[in-house]
C-alpha cells in the first residue's frame, strides 16, 4: 500500500515546482486585490450599526436553518433583497459558492444538458459534476458556440424529454468582461432553456441603485423570465453569504432538495440584519459606482499606453496577462514590498498567469497612477534579470 504523506509530499513538490505553491497570507498595503468593490466591509457606518445591534444577537445561528438556526431577520432580508432587484422570492445561504453549488446540484440531473461557459467559476462547475448532468462546455462568451451546441441538442435529444440549462456569469471574476445578455435572452426564448445566472461581481457596482448589470443591460420583462439568479454577499455588501433569487416555487424546492442548505449551519443571525443596512448604504451610492467606474477606465488606459496586456475588460476588474507563472509570482512579490497588495493568479484557476487588479470605491486616482508607476519600473527591473 502506498504510503499517504509520500504522496501528499510529491504532489506538493510538483506544485513547488510548476510554480503554483499556494499559501495564505495576511493582507497589507493599498488594497487591489479584494472583491470589496464599494468599500463596505470597512464603512465605518457599518461598524457603528454592528456595535449597535451586538447585545440583541446570539453569536452562532446553532443550527441550520430548518432546525434552530432560522430567524425572522433573515427572512426579511430575503423578502427585501428580493424586492430590490425584482424578484418574486429568494433564499439566503451560508456562502456564494454554497449557492452555486446547491443550486446546480438540486435543479441539473443525469438525464439533463447543462450549457457552461467555459471560463465560469468553480462553484459552478462543481455543482454541475456532482449534480450527474452532461456537461456541455461553450467557448468563453461565445454565444454562436452555445447556439450550435443547443441545436446539436436538439438533433440528439428529439423528443425534447431531457432539460436543458445554461448557466453564465454577469461578469467574469478573472477576465473582468460580461456576455451579451440581450442575445442570451433571445436564445432562452427561441430554445426554451432553463436560465441560470450569476450576479456575483456586478451587483453593487452596476445598474441603478447598483442592482446589477441585468438592471442596465435587459428589459423588466427579459429580467423576470431570468429562472435564477445567484448575488453574493461576501463582495460589494462587504459581508459574507449567498442569496438566490426566483419564483417563489422555485425557492419552496431548493427549502425542500438543496443538500447544502438543508445540511448546512445557518449563516450568522447579524449577517442578514448587517446586509439590509449594507443594502441601504448601497442604494445612495451613485456617486462612489461613478468614480469607481472613471478610475477602471483611467488605469485600463494607461496600461494600454505603457504597453501593457490586458483582457477585454469592460470593468473595474483589470487584469494584466503575463507570460509565466514566475513572472506573476516576482510582479506580486514586488508589488506587495511596495505597500501595493496586488495578488499572482496562475493554473488551474486561469489559463494564462496573471496580476488582478481589483478596483474599489476606497481608492483614489493618485493610486492607481502610483501603482502604473511601479508596474512600468517593475517591468524593466524583470527585462533586466
Known sequence: MA?????????????REKQLFRETRSYQGIDFCSNDYMG??????????????????????TASRLVRGNSTSMEQFESEFASFVEGEAALLVSTGFTANFGLLDSIAAPDCYVFTDRLNHASILDGIRISGAQKKYYNHLDLNHLRSLLEK????????????????????????????????????????????????????????????????????SEIQSIDYRVYTLGKSLGLE??????????RDHLVNVMRSFIFSTAPLPMISKLASFALSLLRSMDKERENLLAMAKELKDSLKQNGFLIT???????????????????????LQDAGLDVRAIRPPTVPTPRLRLSLNAKL??????HLVKELVLLREKWNSL
Open 153 to 220: 441538442a436538439d438533433v440528439e435529444d428529439s423528443t425534447g424529454k431531457k432539460k436543458r440549462i445554461v448557466v453564465t456569469e454577469s461578469l467574469f471574476s478573472m477576465d473582468g468582461d460580461s456576455p451579451d445578455l440581450k442575445t442570451l435572452l433571445s436564445l432562452k426564448k427561441e430554445f426554451g432553456f432553463v436560465l441560470v445566472l450569476d450576479e456575483a461581481h456586478a451587483f453593487g457596482v452596476y445598474g441603478p441603485m447598483g442592482k446589477g448589470l441585468v438592471f442596465q443591460d435587459l428589459s423588466s
Open 241 to 250: 453569504g449567498g442569496i438566490i433569487v426566483t419564483k417563489k416555487m422555485g
Open 312 to 334: 477585454n475588460s469592460t470593468s473595474h476588474i483589470v487584469p494584466i496577462l503575463l507570460d509565466t507563472e514566475k513572472q506573476s509570482l516576482f510582479y506580486a512579490a514586488y
Open 3 to 15: 504510503d499517504h504523506w509520500e504522496e501528499v509530499q510529491k504532489k506538493l513538490d510538483t506544485i
Open 364 to 369: 483614489r486616482l493618485e493610486d492607481i497612477h
Open 40 to 61: 463596505l466591509a470597512t464603512n465605518p457606518s457599518m461598524l457603528e450599526f454592528f456595535q449597535s445591534k451586538k447585545e440583541i444577537y446570539p453569536f452562532g445561528s
